[in-house]
T-cell receptor, first 114, second 117 residues
């Protein structure tokens, strides 16, 4: 069974600064998928960024980027130039290669302060 | 596409009553998942379907919970009888599964907030 761990229950950052959210996982599979989802107060789950395990290049989406360390089973999310709208819960998620099992971490609550 | 549609958005009921949550997945998606979100446990997978067939219901907490998917465009999650500890946000999500997982990851509905008093 896969497990996903987010060791930071809460974090805060000043507007315009950079913050990194950590995520580690455990799996015996060689290929899989990793995602970061954002859940603002509206409750909607929004896909932020995704990474396929066999791709060594770190994914980037505008101000969001990841540091994927496959050997260490680490998948951290970096948010640059933080904005007030980035305030939300962030979930790291693991999907197996078969695509039929999505496991979430416990979430990190991020507060961006003005 | 309207996305995954869940109803109702909020549900308040008394202990012992039957509760039915509804979900319409994105057209063409062949996987449907039900998740429960609580402060204590985070996001838990309850059950998932592939082509309308329940594949894994090991996350369903008790016999009071049941889920059905009578066709490709509709699923229900029923709790009978409901208890206060069932209070949570229930999410439905759908995807193409392993046909195109990377380009079509899980799409979530907006969730149903259930409060059992």
């Amino acid at each position: 069974a896969q497990t996903v761990t987010q060791s930071q229950p809460e974090m805060s950052v000043q507007e315009a600064e950079t913050v990194t959210l950590s995520c580690t996982y455990d799996t015996s599979e060689s290929n899989y998928y990793l995602f970061w989802y954002k859940q603002p107060p509206s409750r909607q789950m929004i896909l932020v960024i995704r990474q396929e395990a066999y791709k060594q290049q770190n994914a980037t989406e505008n101000r969001f980027s990841v540091n994927f360390q496959k050997a260490a089973k680490s998948f951290s999310l970096k948010i640059s130039d933080s904005q007030l709208g980035d305030t939300a819960m962030y979930f790291c998620a693991f999907v197996n290669n078969a695509g039929n099992m999505l496991t979430f971490g416990g979430g990190t609550r991020l507060m961006v302060k003005p | 596409d309207a996305g995954v549609i869940q109803s109702p958005r909020h549900e308040v009921t008394e202990m012992g009553q039957e509760v039915t949550l509804r979900c319409k997945p994105i057209s063409g998606h062949d996987y449907l998942f039900w998740y429960r979100q609580t402060m204590m446990r985070g996001l838990e997978l309850l059950i998932y379907f592939n082509n309308n067939v329940p594949i894994d219901d090991s996350g369903m907490p008790e016999d009071r919970f049941s889920a059905k998917m009578p066709n490709a465009s509709f699923s229900t999650l029923k709790i009978q009888p409901s208890e206060p500890r069932d209070s949570a946000v229930y999410f439905c999500a759908s995807s193409f599964g392993n046909r195109d997982l990377y380009n079509s990851p899980l799409h979530f509905g907006n969730g149903t907030r259930l409060t059992v008093t």
